[in-house]
C-alpha cells in the first residue's frame, strides 16, 4: 500500500550547516506520527520541505507515491499546516476565514458551504460566529486556525507545535480535537516540545537529533527500549553511594544533570526503593513507570 | 476544477478580501474618504475666494484624485496590505495552499481599483458640486486613470515586498517618499511657479506626468495627440512599475519560503 508520506534519505544544508543529514521517515494512511528532538534538529525543516516551503538539497520526498519535486504548486492541496502561531485574518468573523481558505482551494459554492459549516460545528465555533478572530483568545484562534488547516480535507495534516502557544487549558481542548481527528482516519505529522502530548496523541514516534531519526517506533516499541520496567528518581548530596549501591542491586543509572535515574528491572513501590537506599543520603525520591521521557533520554539525550 | 477557474475563484477570494477588510476597519476607511474630500473642499474654498483663479479649479480637482487620493489610496494601501500580510504571518499562511502569485497580484489590483472608483465617484461628486467641470473624453480620462492605478499599485508591491516590514513603517515611508513627489508632481502648485531647477527634476517624477495626462483631459479637454509624450511616460512607467512589483513580490515569496 502506498504511503501517505515517505521521506527518503534527505539532505538539506543552510549554508555550512547540514541541517537534515539522512532524514528518512514514513507516514502510513491514518497514522499520526510524531518528530521529537532538541530545538534546531530540523524538525520544522522536515516539515517545511514536506509542504514546499523548502526545497531539499538531496534525497527524495513522496507524496501519495508521487515525488514532491514533480507535483504543482496545485499538490499544495493534499496538505494542511497548521503552525504555533495562528495567521488568521482578524477583521474578518471565523467563518469569512475558512470561506476564503476554501476560495484559494477550489471548493465549489456547496461543498464549500458545507464544509464550513461542518467545521464550524465539530471545532464548536458556532458561539463566536459573529466574533472577529482578532478578538478571539488565543486558544480558540489556534481552534480556528486548525479548522482552516482542515478546510481542503488533506491527505495529510501537518502539525508544527500546535499547542506551544496557548494555555493550559486550551491545551487540552487541542488535544481532544486532535484526538478526535486520529478517531476519524487523519493522517497526522506532528512535531512537539510535550513529550506527554506525543505520547497522548501520536501512534509513532521518531526521535530525532542533529537532523536524523536515531530511533523510531510505536509508543510501547520505544518504552520497551529502556532497559527497566520502572525509573525511581533521586536527588542525593552523594552521588557516589547512590551509583555504588545501585551496582550493588545491579540496577542500571543514569545521570542527566543533577539528576540520578535508577532504571528498575520490577515495579518497586516507594517503600522497596526507600528500603534498598537505605543508609546513603537521599533527600528526595520518586518513582513512576517507564514514560516516552525514559526513552527520550535513554535514545537522544538531553530534552527534548 | 480547471486552473483558469481556479485562478478566477482565487483572484476574486483575495479581492473579496481585501474589501471587506477595508470595510471592517471603520477608522482606515474614514480617514480614506475624509483626507481627500478635505483636500478638494479646502481648494474649492481658495479658489472660490479669489475669482481670478477661479479656472484653477478645473485642474485642482483632476490633481487631487490622482495626485494624492489615488495615490495614497492606492500605492498606500496596496504597502499595507503586503505589510500586514507580512507582520501577521498570513504571507507563510498564503504559501501553503494552491494561491497562484498572478491570481494574489491580480486580487490586490481588482480590489484597489474598485476602491479608487469609489475615490472617483466620492470626489468628483465633491468637486462638482463646488463648481468644478470635466471637459474631456471621460475614455481617455479613464485609460489615464487605470494606467495610473496599476502603476501606483505595482509601486506599492515594489516598495511592500522590498521595505515596509511593519504597518507602523509604512505610513512613515509613504510620508517620506510620497509628500517630496507629490509636491514635484504638481498636486498643490502649478510646476510654473517652481524655480527652474525643480521644474527640471520635476521632470523625471512620474506623478507629474500623471497629473499633468489627467488635468490635460479633465481640466483642458485635450485629446489623444497633445498628450501623446504624457501617454508614452504614463504606459511606460506602468509596465516599468508592474515588472519592478512582481519581481519584487516573488522576490518576497521566495524569501518567506525560506525562513
Redesign the interface.
Same mark, same amino acid.
Not at chain 1, 504548486?73 to 492541496?77: D, P
Not at chain 1, 476560495?103 to 477550489?106: A, E, I, M
Given at each position: 500500500m502506498t504511503a501517505v508520506l515517505e521521506i527518503q534519505d534527505i539532505h538539506k544544508w543552510f549554508g555550512s550547516h547540514h541541517v537534515l543529514d539522512g532524514f528518512s521517515l514514513r507516514v502510513e494512511q491514518g497514522e499520526v506520527v510524531g518528530l521529537l528532538g532538541p530545538n534546531g534538529c530540523g524538525k520544522s525543516t522536515v516539515l517545511k520541505i514536506v509542504?514546499?516551503?523548502?526545497s531539499l538539497d538531496a534525497g527524495e520526498v513522496l507524496l501519495m507515491g508521487q515525488p514532491l519535486s514533480e507535483l504543482s &504548486? %496545485?499538490? %499544495?492541496?493534499l !496538505?494542511g499546516?497548521c503552525?504555533q502561531?495562528s *495567521?488568521? &485574518?482578524?477583521?474578518?468573523l471565523p467563518a469569512?476565514n475558512l470561506h476564503?481558505?476554501a #476560495?484559494? &482551494?477550489?471548493l *465549489?459554492d456547496q461543498d464549500r458551504q458545507h464544509r464550513v459549516e461542518e467545521l464550524m460545528n465539530r471545532f464548536e465555533l458556532e458561539n463566536f460566529a459573529n466574533t #472577529?478572530v482578532g478578538q478571539l483568545s488565543g486558544g480558540w484562534q489556534q481552534r480556528l486556525h486548525l479548522a !482552516?488547516s482542515l478546510i481542503h480535507r488533506p491527505k495529510l495534516l501537518v502539525l508544527d507545535e500546535p499547542t506551544s502557544a496557548v494555555d493550559l487549558e486550551a491545551r487540552m481542548d487541542l488535544w481532544r480535537l486532535i484526538e478526535g481527528l486520529r478517531d476519524s482516519g487523519t493522517t497526522i505529522l506532528l512535531t512537539s516540545h510535550h513529550l506527554a502530548e506525543a505520547e497522548r496523541l501520536c501512534s509513532r514516534v521518531a526521535l530525532m537529533r542533529s537532523g536524523k531519526v536515531l530511533a523510531a517506533g510505536s509508543i510501547t516499541e520505544l518504552l520497551a527500549r529502556v532497559p527497566g520496567q520502572a525509573v525511581a528518581k533521586v536527588q542525593s548530596a552523594d552521588h557516589e553511594a547512590i551509583l555504588q549501591r545501585a551496582l550493588d542491586l545491579g540496577w542500571q543509572v543514569r545521570q542527566h544533570a543533577d539528576q540520578i535515574r535508577l532504571l528498575l528491572p520490577f515495579t518497586f513501590n516507594l517503600r522497596e526503593i526507600v528500603d534498598a537506599l537505605d543508609g546513603t543520603q537521599v533527600s528526595a525520591v520518586s518513582v513512576h513507570p517507564v514514560t516516552l521521557e525514559d526513552a527520550y533520554l535513554e535514545l537522544v539525550g538531553g530534552s527534548p | 476544477m480547471q486552473s483558469s477557474q481556479l485562478f478566477l475563484l482565487q483572484t476574486r477570494a483575495v479581492a473579496q478580501r481585501l474589501l471587506l477588510e477595508q470595510w471592517r476597519q471603520k477608522r482606515g476607511l474614514i480617514f480614506w474618504a475624509v483626507f481627500p474630500s478635505t483636500m478638494m473642499l479646502l481648494f474649492g474654498l481658495v479658489y472660490a475666494h479669489n475669482a481670478s483663479m477661479r479656472a484653477g479649479l478645473d485642474a485642482a480637482a483632476a490633481g487631487i484624485l490622482v495626485g494624492a487620493a489615488l495615490f495614497f489610496s492606492c500605492l498606500g494601501g496596496t504597502v499595507a496590505v503586503i505589510a500586514a500580510e507580512r507582520e501577521r504571518g498570513t504571507l507563510h499562511r498564503l504559501l501553503t495552499t494552491p494561491l497562484h502569485p498572478a491570481a494574489y497580484f491580480l486580487g490586490v489590483v481588482i480590489a484597489q481599483l474598485l476602491l479608487a472608483l469609489m475615490q472617483v465617484v466620492m470626489l468628483y461628486s465633491i468637486a462638482l458640486l463646488i463648481g468644478a467641470q470635466y471637459h474631456g473624453s471621460v475614455f481617455l480620462g479613464g485609460v489615464i486613470l487605470l494606467l495610473s492605478v496599476f502603476s501606483y499599485v505595482g509601486m506599492g508591491f515594489f516598495l511592500g515586498a522590498r521595505f515596509a516590514r511593519r504597518s507602523e513603517e509604512v505610513v512613515v515611508a509613504l510620508s517620506a517618499i510620497g509628500v517630496p513627489l507629490l509636491v514635484l508632481g504638481g498636486t498643490f502648485f502649478p510646476l510654473e511657479i517652481m524655480p527652474q531647477g525643480m521644474q527640471n527634476l520635476a521632470q523625471i517624477n512620474p506623478m507629474l506626468h500623471m497629473n499633468q495626462a489627467f488635468k490635460g483631459v479633465a481640466a483642458y479637454g485635450m485629446g489623444l495627440h497633445e498628450l501623446r509624450f504624457e501617454l508614452a511616460f504614463l504606459v511606460a512607467f506602468c509596465g516599468l512599475s508592474l515588472a519592478l512589483g512582481v519581481q519584487s513580490y516573488r522576490h518576497l515569496l521566495d524569501g518567506n519560503k525560506s525562513q
Open positions: 509542504c514546499k516551503l523548502l &504548486y %496545485r499538490a %499544495r492541496g !496538505v499546516l503552525t502561531h *495567521s488568521l &485574518y482578524p477583521d474578518l469569512e476564503f481558505f #476560495r484559494l &482551494y477550489g *465549489s #472577529r !482552516v | -
